[in-house]
C-alpha cells in the first residue's frame, strides 16, 4: 500500500467538548440539576472555604442542592456556551473543523429524569444548536451521558444501582433520537464507562452513604451492568430510527507498560490492560469476558441480571469505538515504585517520558501502541475523541498566547496516529480535547487550560468569557486545511 502524507479522505477533524463543563445556564430554561452541577473547584492547595462545600456525601449533596449559587461549582458557570454556541462554532468553522463531539445534557432534557415529556426550551436549545452545526458544515458527534445524569435520580434511586434507570435513560436517548437524529448520524452512549469505578457518582450517580455496608463494589458493578443493558437497548433503538446511524462506545484508554521485565511487573500489566479492555469487549463483542467474570466470582461479586441481559448484550453491539488517550502509566510490583497523577488514575511513574503541568505523563509513541492494540482487539473502525493537555497559559506582552508546547504534543500525536493508519489501523476521526478552554472535568478548574482558543474567565468565575486565538489556532487550522500534509512540511 503506497503511503501519503494525507490522513485518509474524509478523515474527521475536529474537537470535543462536553455540556457540563461548557454550556452553563445550570438553572434557566426549566434545567434541573446535574450531578456535574454539584461539583467543587478543587485548587491544588488546601482552601478551607472550598473544601467545606465539596459534595462528597449526603450532608454535602443536600447543601449543595440548596445554594442557589454558582460561587462554589464553577460548572453551573461552564464557559456560557448556552449563549454564546454561535460565536464558538463559527471559530470551530474558521478553523476548519469537519466534526464537534458534544453532549446533550440529560437534565436539560428531562429535569429529574423522571419526568413524562421532554422540556420543550431544552429540545429547542439543542435542534438550533444542531441547525447551526448544519449550516456551518460540521458533523455531529453527539454523547447521550457524559457525567451529567439528573442529580434527583442519584438521591432517589442510587443512580444506576437500581435498573429503573434504564427506562429513564432509554425514554431519554429515545426522544433525542427522534427529535434530532435528522442531524446526527454518529452517537455514542457512556463516556469512559470504565470511569464507573475511579469516581462512580460522577459517572454513575453511585452515593456510597446508600450502599449498604461492605456492598459498595457489589453496587458499582450492578450499576455499571444497568448501563451496559442501556448502552445496548439504546443501540438497538438507534438503529431502528435512524438511517445509516453509527453508535459508538467510549473507553478511557489507559495504557500501561510493565515498569522492569521483572515477571511481577510484566502479570501486573497485563492484568490491567485486559481490565481496561473489559469494559469496550461488553459493548463491542457482546459478552462479558471469561476471565473478568472469574474475577468477580472470586472476589464474591455477583451482578444480578434478568433473563434477558446476556441475549439483549450479544444482539446490539456498538458500530464503532471511540476512546479517550492523554497519558501512559507504568506498573510494578514494587510498593514503593514512585506514582504520578494521570486521568482520574494513579500509576507508577514512567522515567523515559516527561510530563505536563499537572504530572500527566506525555506518551505519543503510547498513543500509537494503543490504536494498534486495540484495533487488533476488535477490528471496527474508531475515532480517538479525547487528546490534548492541560495547561498554565498566559497572556504575554505582545497581547498574545504562544503555546508551543500544545502545538509540539499535538504534532508529535498526529504523525504516531500517521503511522499506525499507514500499518493498517482503521481510524476515521479525531477530536481533541478541547478545543476551547473550558472547566476541567476533574479539578473543575479554568486555568488548567486545553484549548486552541482561549477564554477570559478564571477558576474563581471572574473575567469577561471572551474569546482569543491561541498560536495553535492557526497551527491546527493548517493542519485540517492540508488532511495532515502539512505535519510533514514543517
Not at 459493548?283 to 434478568?306: D, F, S, T
Not at 489556532?473 to 500534509?485: L, M
Request: net charge negative.
Amino acid at each position: 500500500m503506497q503511503q501519503t502524507k494525507q490522513f485518509p479522505k474524509g478523515f474527521l477533524w475536529g474537537g470535543a467538548i462536553a455540556a457540563n463543563q461548557v454550556e452553563g445556564a445550570w438553572n434557566i430554561d426549566g434545567k434541573g440539576l446535574s450531578v456535574a452541577d454539584i461539583d467543587t473547584y478543587k485548587p491544588k492547595a488546601s482552601n478551607k472555604d472550598y473544601n467545606a462545600h465539596v459534595a462528597t456525601n449526603l450532608e454535602g449533596i443536600k447543601k449543595a442542592m440548596e445554594d442557589p449559587t454558582d460561587t462554589w461549582y464553577p460548572k453551573r458557570r461552564g464557559i456560557d456556551f448556552y449563549h454564546r454556541y454561535k460565536e464558538d462554532l463559527a471559530m470551530f468553522a474558521e478553523m476548519g473543523f469537519k466534526t464537534l463531539r458534544i453532549s446533550i445534557a440529560w437534565s436539560r432534557v428531562f429535569p429529574t429524569g423522571e419526568e413524562l415529556e421532554a422540556n420543550s426550551e431544552g429540545i429547542k436549545f439543542y435542534h438550533n444548536l444542531f441547525k447551526e452545526m448544519k449550516r456551518l458544515g460540521i458533523e455531529p458527534i453527539v454523547t447521550l451521558s457524559h457525567y451529567e445524569m439528573p442529580l434527583a435520580l442519584s438521591v432517589k434511586y442510587n443512580g444506576w444501582v437500581d435498573r429503573q434507570v434504564i427506562d429513564y435513560f432509554v425514554r431519554f436517548a429515545n426522544v433525542c433520537f427522534d427529535e434530532f437524529g435528522q442531524y446526527v448520524k454518529y452517537w455514542l452512549t457512556f463516556n469512559e464507562i470504565d470511569s464507573i469505578h475511579r469516581h462512580p457518582f460522577k459517572t454513575a450517580g453511585v452515593i456510597e452513604e446508600k450502599s449498604v455496608a461492605g456492598e459498595e463494589i457489589q453496587d458499582v458493578y450492578q450499576a455499571l451492568h444497568h448501563q451496559f443493558v442501556a448502552s445496548a437497548l439504546v443501540t438497538k433503538d438507534a438503529h431502528e430510527k435512524i438511517p445509516e446511524v453509527m453508535v459508538g462506545c467510549m473507553l478511557t484508554k489507559l495504557m500501561t507498560y510493565p515498569l522492569t521485565c521483572a515477571p511481577q511487573d510484566v502479570e501486573l500489566t497485563m492484568k490491567k490492560n485486559l481490565e481496561n479492555n473489559f469494559y469496550a469487549d461488553v459493548q463491542v463483542k457482546g459478552e462479558y469476558p471469561r476471565l473478568i467474570e472469574c474475577h468477580l466470582k472470586n472476589k464474591g461479586i455477583h451482578i444480578a441480571m434478568e433473563p434477558d441481559d446476556r441475549h439483549i448484550l450479544k444482539e446490539n453491539t456498538v458500530d464503532f469505538l471511540t476512546f479517550s488517550y492523554y497519558m501512559s502509566m507504568a506498573e510494578s510490583g514494587d510498593s514503593e515504585a514512585e506514582r504520578t497523577p494521570g486521568n482520574t488514575v494513579l500509576g507508577v511513574k514512567n522515567p523515559y517520558l516527561p510530563e505536563t503541568d499537572w504530572g500527566w505523563q506525555i506518551d505519543p509513541q503510547g498513543l500509537k501502541i494503543s490504536l494498534i492494540d486495540l484495533y487488533d482487539r476488535y477490528q471496527v473502525p474508531m475515532m480517538i475523541v479525547e487528546n490534548g493537555m492541560g495547561a498554565m497559559d498566559t497572556i504575554s506582552s505582545d497581547g498574545k498566547i504562544h503555546d508551543d508546547y500544545r502545538i509540539d504534543y499535538f504534532r508529535a500525536h498526529f504523525k504516531q496516529m500517521k503511522e499506525a493508519i499507514d500499518e493498517g489501523v482503521d481510524l476515521i476521526g479525531y477530536t481533541s480535547w478541547a478545543p476551547i478552554d473550558l472547566v476541567s472535568a476533574g479539578t473543575s478548574q479554568m486555568s488548567k487550560r486545553y484549548g486552541f482558543i482561549y477564554v477570559d474567565a478564571d477558576d474563581e468565575g471572574n473575567g469577561s468569557y471572551d474569546r482569543m486565538k491561541k498560536d495553535s489556532f492557526d497551527w491546527y487550522q493548517n493542519i485540517i486545511r492540508t488532511n495532515g500534509a502539512a505535519l510533514f512540511d514543517e
